[in-house]
T-cell receptor, first 116, second 115 residues
Framework: NAGVTQTPKFQVLKTGQSMTLQCAQD?????MYWYRQDPGMGLRLIYY???????DKGEVPNGYNVSRLNKREFSLRLESAAPSQTSVYFC???????????????FGPGTRLTVT | KQEVTQIPAALSVPEGENLVLNCSFT??????LQWFRQDPGKGLTSLLL?????REQTSGRLNASLDKSSGRSTLYIAASQPGDSATYLC??????????????FGQGTILTVHP
């Protein structure tokens, strides 16, 4: 049981390049999230997916797109990277409510992205 | 809009001390509150989750309390050890049907426990 996994761990892009950050969870969770973490700003929600086939914007969605490929996988795409997108990106998934579940979020190890 | 504040921003203590980290939130209509630990360059590890109906949760040397009406939570660490050195983050999930489990995070408290 690996929990939440993310690839790559590190990435350097030039301005204008595109890339996709991958995330997968093996806990059979419906809800998945993408956050970014910046010094002095804390963690902010970029996009989330309440279930397979649905996605919605969070606080800071501009410049990003997402795909919920299936129940396990939720990817984040930067179409034209900008220096302002230099950040650490975390994917998370959430337990369901009800018996044994408590809306607890579990996080992946993060992707450290630098855009030059 | 929910805002979460953590005090102090940084804390340095000698090994063996008991310590308290504070978290406050502006909107008391929360579903739950979660404390995380983050080691440098690493992801977030969930430490404790308190439901809005609960007053406290305990795990080993950690005890988290919640006073929803006053918008406060504390994380108590007993007999601190150098291995406890990390950033501790508090996050709340708002009650309400449209939030889809979104967490609002505080800025974190950087804890250093020196031998």
């Amino acid at each position: 049981n690996a929990g939440v996994t993310q690839t790559p761990k590190f990435q350097v892009l030039k301005t204008g390049q595109s890339m996709t950050l991958q995330c997968a969870q093996d806990m059979n969770h419906n809800s998945m999230y993408w956050y970014r973490q910046d010094p002095g700003m804390g963690l902010r929600l970029i996009y989330y997916s309440a279930s397979e086939g649905t996605t919605d914007k969070g606080e800071v969605p501009n410049g990003y797109n997402v795909s919920r490929l299936n129940k396990r996988e939720f990817s984040l795409r930067l179409e034209s990277a900008a220096p302002s997108q230099t950040s650490v990106y975390f994917c998370a998934s959430r337990t369901p409510p009800g018996t044994g579940g408590s809306y607890e979020q579990y996080f992946g190890p993060g992707t450290r992205l630098t855009v030059t | 809009k929910q805002e979460v504040t953590q005090i102090p921003a940084a804390l340095s203590v000698p090994e063996g001390e008991n310590l308290v980290l504070n978290c406050s939130f502006t909107d008391s209509a929360i579903y739950n509150l979660q404390w995380f630990r983050q080691d440098p360059g690493k992801g977030l590890t969930s430490l404790l989750l308190i439901q809005s109906s609960q007053r406290e949760q305990t795990s080993g040397r950690l005890n988290a309390s919640l006073d929803k009406s006053s918008g406060r939570s504390t994380l108590y660490i007993a007999a601190s050890q150098p291995g406890d050195s990390a950033t501790y983050l508090c996050a709340v999930r708002d009650a309400g049907g449209t939030s889809y489990g979104k967490l609002t995070f505080g800025q974190g408290t950087i804890l250093t426990v020196h031998p």
